[in-house]
Protein backbone atom coordinates (compact mmCIF):
# COMPACT_ATOMS: atom_id res chain seq x y z
CA UNK A 1 0.00 0.00 0.00
CA UNK A 2 1.05 3.95 -0.40
CA UNK A 3 0.10 6.16 2.53
CA UNK A 4 0.73 10.33 2.28
CA UNK A 5 0.73 11.67 5.53
CA UNK A 6 0.54 15.38 5.64
CA UNK A 7 1.53 17.91 8.80
CA UNK A 8 2.07 21.54 9.41
CA UNK A 9 -0.93 23.06 9.19
CA UNK A 10 -2.87 25.15 11.79
CA UNK A 11 -4.22 28.78 12.76
CA UNK A 12 -2.12 31.61 11.82
CA UNK A 13 -2.58 35.60 11.54
CA UNK A 14 -2.38 37.36 8.60
CA UNK A 15 1.36 37.64 6.88
CA UNK A 16 2.03 34.92 8.88
CA UNK A 17 3.93 31.71 7.99
CA UNK A 18 3.42 28.13 7.88
CA UNK A 19 5.32 24.91 6.50
CA UNK A 20 3.36 22.20 5.11
CA UNK A 21 5.20 18.29 4.72
CA UNK A 22 4.03 15.43 3.03
CA UNK A 23 5.97 11.98 3.28
CA UNK A 24 4.83 9.21 0.47
CA UNK A 25 5.74 5.83 2.41
CA UNK A 26 4.82 1.86 1.43
CA UNK A 27 5.24 -0.23 -1.43
CA UNK A 28 7.07 2.38 -3.42
CA UNK A 29 9.08 2.29 -6.93
CA UNK A 30 9.21 5.28 -8.11
CA UNK A 31 7.92 9.20 -7.60
CA UNK A 32 6.70 11.47 -10.40
CA UNK A 33 5.43 14.74 -9.70
CA UNK A 34 4.23 15.63 -6.33
CA UNK A 35 2.10 18.71 -5.53
CA UNK A 36 -0.23 20.30 -2.95
CA UNK A 37 -3.62 21.32 -3.74
CA UNK A 38 -6.31 22.97 -1.12
CA UNK A 39 -10.40 23.48 -1.01
CA UNK A 40 -11.98 26.17 0.96
CA UNK A 41 -15.38 25.41 2.00
CA UNK A 42 -17.65 25.17 -0.94
CA UNK A 43 -15.11 25.64 -3.95
CA UNK A 44 -13.31 23.07 -6.17
CA UNK A 45 -9.61 21.71 -5.04
CA UNK A 46 -7.34 23.61 -7.13
CA UNK A 47 -3.71 23.32 -7.74
CA UNK A 48 -1.80 25.29 -5.68
CA UNK A 49 2.21 23.95 -7.01
CA UNK A 50 3.31 20.71 -8.36
CA UNK A 51 7.12 19.92 -8.47
CA UNK A 52 8.97 17.35 -10.97
CA UNK A 53 10.81 15.00 -9.52
CA UNK A 54 13.70 16.79 -11.07
CA UNK A 55 12.64 19.63 -9.13
CA UNK A 56 10.94 21.91 -11.89
CA UNK A 57 8.03 23.65 -10.01
CA UNK A 58 4.82 25.42 -10.96
CA UNK A 59 2.54 27.55 -9.05
CA UNK A 60 -0.76 28.92 -9.23
CA UNK A 61 -0.86 32.55 -9.66
CA UNK A 62 -2.33 33.32 -6.59
CA UNK A 63 0.45 32.30 -4.43
CA UNK A 64 3.51 32.92 -6.80
CA UNK A 65 5.84 35.22 -4.78
CA UNK A 66 4.38 33.99 -1.56
CA UNK A 67 4.69 29.95 -1.37
CA UNK A 68 7.66 27.76 -2.17
CA UNK A 69 7.36 23.81 -2.97
CA UNK A 70 10.36 21.81 -2.43
CA UNK A 71 11.13 18.28 -2.18
CA UNK A 72 13.83 15.61 -0.98
CA UNK A 73 13.53 12.37 -2.97
CA UNK A 74 15.52 10.47 -0.77
CA UNK A 75 12.93 10.86 2.15
CA UNK A 76 9.73 10.90 -0.45
CA UNK A 77 8.90 13.71 0.97
CA UNK A 78 7.76 17.56 -0.61
CA UNK A 79 7.36 20.45 1.26
CA UNK A 80 5.48 23.80 1.06
CA UNK A 81 6.51 26.61 2.55
CA UNK A 82 4.10 29.91 2.58
CA UNK A 83 4.96 33.16 3.19
CA UNK A 84 2.60 36.12 3.56
CA UNK A 85 -0.27 34.20 4.19
CA UNK A 86 -3.88 35.65 3.32
CA UNK A 87 -7.12 34.60 4.61
CA UNK A 88 -8.32 33.77 1.20
CA UNK A 89 -5.61 30.89 1.87
CA UNK A 90 -7.97 29.36 4.17
CA UNK A 91 -8.77 25.50 3.03
CA UNK A 92 -7.89 22.34 3.70
CA UNK A 93 -4.39 21.43 2.33
CA UNK A 94 -3.99 18.14 0.22
CA UNK A 95 -0.68 16.60 -1.15
CA UNK A 96 -0.85 14.24 -4.10
CA UNK A 97 1.38 12.35 -5.44
CA UNK A 98 1.97 10.47 -9.07
CA UNK A 99 3.59 6.56 -7.88
CA UNK A 100 4.68 3.73 -9.31
CA UNK A 101 5.09 0.55 -7.24
CA UNK A 102 7.20 -2.26 -7.16
CA UNK A 103 4.39 -4.75 -8.42
CA UNK A 104 3.26 -2.56 -11.43
CA UNK A 105 6.64 -0.18 -12.09
CA UNK A 106 5.72 1.41 -15.43
CA UNK A 107 2.22 2.23 -13.94
CA UNK A 108 1.48 5.82 -12.43
CA UNK A 109 -1.51 6.24 -10.15
CA UNK A 110 -1.99 9.39 -8.46
CA UNK A 111 -2.33 9.18 -4.42
CA UNK A 112 -3.69 11.50 -1.97
CA UNK A 113 -3.11 12.45 1.58
CA UNK A 114 -5.82 13.12 4.17
CA UNK A 115 -5.37 17.11 4.48
CA UNK A 116 -3.96 19.61 6.82
CA UNK A 117 -6.40 22.66 7.37
CA UNK A 118 -4.68 26.12 7.39
CA UNK A 119 -6.74 28.64 8.68
CA UNK A 120 -5.58 32.29 7.96
CA UNK A 121 -7.14 34.70 10.58
CA UNK A 122 -6.75 37.50 13.20
Known amino acids: QVQLVESGGGLVQPGGSLRLSCIASGSIFSINDMGWYRQAPGKERELVARISSGGSANYADSVKGRFTISRDNAKNTVYLQMDSLKPDDTAVYYC????????????????WGQGTQVTVSS
Open 96 to 111: GAHISKFDNRRAYYLY
